[in-house]
């Protein structure tokens, strides 16, 4: 491309930075926030900081508030995104190996069933689980969240694609002639050579937990079991009733958003590669 | 039997002969590795989405004022479907998704295909940190980024009311005809960069001699980009018109959220909302599982629908 002038450049140039103005204002705001007193954030000008530097107070009184709720739902959102991927991906490597590399009566009716799960919108099924765990008692406790946290039919077709293109069959003859049993040899022939699938699975299995905001909505009734979009959004609920959540709610946003923010950045290849595997086979 | 016609029985039965000893063999090592998932996935999508079904033909009938003499359920046919679908706060809630589902998704892939195709041209400097920049929104959740947007629309707090305010604006980003544009950013802002990573993947497996051969015919920037790259790139848009398409159907939490700050936002303002709303403020769950049925089956109609049309006009 060394055709093109500068002057070309320079305009592109400007276009980006002018769109990624755009998508980074909203998170400069929330940083400049965070860092007034509640008074400074509706008498300075938003884009620039207030008379007095709160950040620390804010931060301290995100962590202190109501006996330190907000640490708890970090911890819970943690649990619940953390352990239910993780789970879920081991359970989707499991079935997805199963049904890849065994010929078994049923295999196609399994698959196809698991491939409708794809399709079927979360929402849809939020309103009946809360129905059908309310029966069993899992309504407001952890399993509500995790239960359904743990299972990823999207993860099961990446899975099963991924082991039938590449787990050699020579592996699996090798390991039995070695006397391993089925379980031994997935455990230990299988999962190493899957990896790359599976930290695809676990990383859209965690998003996808971390952002649901219905299905703990619908479950959860004591605050202290919500994760942390949960939590937020009932404090964001309250500033209109006291002022002084303003600061709290602003401190929490900043809190979860950072860490979010700066993963992303790293982990975006590892989105790119999952992305054309299914756009390509799909 | 000498070894040697052991080997030859086997060769002659050569054509199958894995498969049905692998079958006796392993009989149950297969369901052992699946029953886990299986387990779940009946608990927790099986079950619910043939509990929707079944509850959406099914009318609770309360005996006395609260239903204090008793619950019984019988039979509905198509009533709650009817119910649902003469509903007229409900049909409102679909129209008003389709509407924005015809405006924000067109415009958030085209901006989503433009920034791609500039930042694969190699003509801008830093694609790295913009690409990063672009694609940051996706990793805030959407609670959250209605959140901060929120904080951005309300007067008083808003920056951009203030600037408004500067150049002599009056914008109110939470009124009756302007709330749903200001839900329309919200959902452009935390996508545009998961698909433009969707076009970009399919724009890096465009074998690079093409491009050399294009620019051998003498073709312009603009060109390649109308004549290689679009159709090239087709089926990444596909894939994300699809998934833009369901997700619009499925809007709820930004509506749920900014409820709270927009009285233009009614109890069913999108049909997910409806469907929350019937079930849990009017503790109506036949309505509200008729709406659930509905949406899903209007998202795999709209999605294949889609996809269909998509083909034909592919082959022609």
Same mark, same amino acid.
């Given at each position: ?198 930290v695809t699975v676990f990383l859209f299995q965690l998003v996808g937990i971390w952002n649901n905001f219905l299905l703990p909505l619908i479950m959860l009734a004591d605050d202290k079991l919500y994760p942390i979009t949960l939590g937020l959004n009932a404090w964001r609920s309250e500033v209109d009733r006291s002022p002084e959540f303003y600061p709290l709610t602003v401190g929490g946003l900043l809190v979860s958003v950072v860490p979010l923010a700066i993963a992303m950045i790293f982990l975006q290849r590892y989105w790119r590669g999952g992305l054309t595997d299914g756009a390509v086979k799909g | 039997m000498t070894a040697t016609e052991t080997v030859a029985a086997e060769r002659a039965s050569a054509p199958a002969p894995v498969r049905p000893r692998r079958r006796r063999k392993f009989l149950g090592a297969p369901w052992i590795l699946l029953a886990p998932f299986l387990a779940l996935f009946v608990l927790t999508v099986l079950a619910p989405v043939i509990l929707a079904v079944a509850q959406s033909f099914t009318r ?33 809630? =679909? ?10 998704? *067109? ?99 465009? *074998? ?12 312009? *920037? ?22 833009? =398409? =369901? ?70």
């Amino acid at each position: 491309m060394t055709t093109r002038s500068t002057g070309w450049t320079v305009a592109v140039t400007g276009l980006l930075t002018v769109v990624a103005l755009y998508f980074l204002v909203p998170v400069y705001w929330v940083v400049i926030a965070a860092t007034k007193s509640s008074g400074d954030l509706f008498t300075t000008p938003g884009f620039w900081f207030g008379r007095t530097m709160e950040l620390w107070n804010n931060v301290v009184q995100v962590f202190t508030a109501s006996d330190h709720i907000y640490l708890r739902w970090l911890l819970n959102s943690v649990i619940y995104a953390g352990g239910g991927a993780l789970v879920a991906t081991y359970l989707a490597a499991a079935g997805g190996y199963a049904l890849a590399k065994y010929d078994f009566r049923g295999r196609n009716l399994v698959f196809g069933i698991v491939l409708g799960g794809v399709l079927v919108p979360s929402t849809a099924t939020a309103l009946p689980l809360f129905l059908l765990f309310s029966k069993l008692g899992l309504t407001n406790t952890y399993w509500g969240v995790l239960l359904p946290a743990m299972v990823s039919p999207f993860g099961l077709y990446l899975c099963r694609i991924y082991a039938a293109a590449t787990v050699e069959d020579s592996l699996l003859e090798s390991g039995r002639l070695d006397g391993a049993g089925e379980l031994r040899i997935f455990h230990s022939l299988v999962l190493r050579g899957m990896a790359p699938a599976l930290v695809t699975v676990f990383l859209f299995q965690l998003v996808g937990i971390w952002n649901n905001f219905l299905l703990p909505l619908i479950m959860l009734a004591d605050d202290k079991l919500y994760p942390i979009t949960l939590g937020l959004n009932a404090w964001r609920s309250e500033v209109d009733r006291s002022p002084e959540f303003y600061p709290l709610t602003v401190g929490g946003l900043l809190v979860s958003v950072v860490p979010l923010a700066i993963a992303m950045i790293f982990l975006q290849r590892y989105w790119r590669g999952g992305l054309t595997d299914g756009a390509v086979k799909g | 039997m000498t070894a040697t016609e052991t080997v030859a029985a086997e060769r002659a039965s050569a054509p199958a002969p894995v498969r049905p000893r692998r079958r006796r063999k392993f009989l149950g090592a297969p369901w052992i590795l699946l029953a886990p998932f299986l387990a779940l996935f009946v608990l927790t999508v099986l079950a619910p989405v043939i509990l929707a079904v079944a509850q959406s033909f099914t009318r609770i009938n309360r005996a006395g004022m609260f239903g204090e003499k008793g619950v019984t359920s019988s039979f509905a046919g198509f009533d709650n479907f009817t119910q649902a679908l003469t509903n007229s706060n409900f049909i409102q809630a =679909i129209g008003r998704v389709l509407l924005f589902g015809v405006v924000q998704v *067109p415009v958030m892939t085209v901006f989503a295909t433009v920034l791609a195709l500039l930042l694969e041209s190699a003509s801008a400097r830093w694609p790295a940190f913009f690409r990063a920049a672009y694609f940051l929104p996706y990793g805030i959740p959407g609670v959250i980024a209605t959140i901060l947007w929120s904080f951005l629309y309300v007067p008083g707090l808003s920056p951009l009311v203030d600037a408004g305010k500067l150049v002599g604006l009056d914008i109110d980003f939470l009124g009756p005809n302007t709330v749903l544009w200001s839900i329309a950013n919200i959902v452009t802002w935390t996508y545009t960069g998961y698909n433009m990573l969707i076009v970009i993947a399919q724009l890096k497996s465009i *074998p690079s001699d093409i491009y050399e051969a294009a620019r051998m015919d003498g073709a312009s *920037p603009l060109r390649i980009a109308t004549s290689i790259q679009l159709p090239l790139i087709r089926p990444a848009l596909v894939l994300s018109l699809v998934f833009s =398409i =369901i997700g619009t159907l499925q809007l709820f939490v930004e509506p749920q959220v900014l409820h709270t700050v927009s009285p233009a936002i009614v109890s069913e303002y999108t049909p997910n909302l409806s469907a929350y709303t019937n079930a849990f403020a009017y503790n109506d769950y036949g309505i509200a599982s008729a709406e659930a049925v509905i949406i899903a089956v209007a998202a795999f109609v709209l999605s294949f629908g889609f996809l269909a049309w998509t083909n034909r006009k592919g082959r022609s």
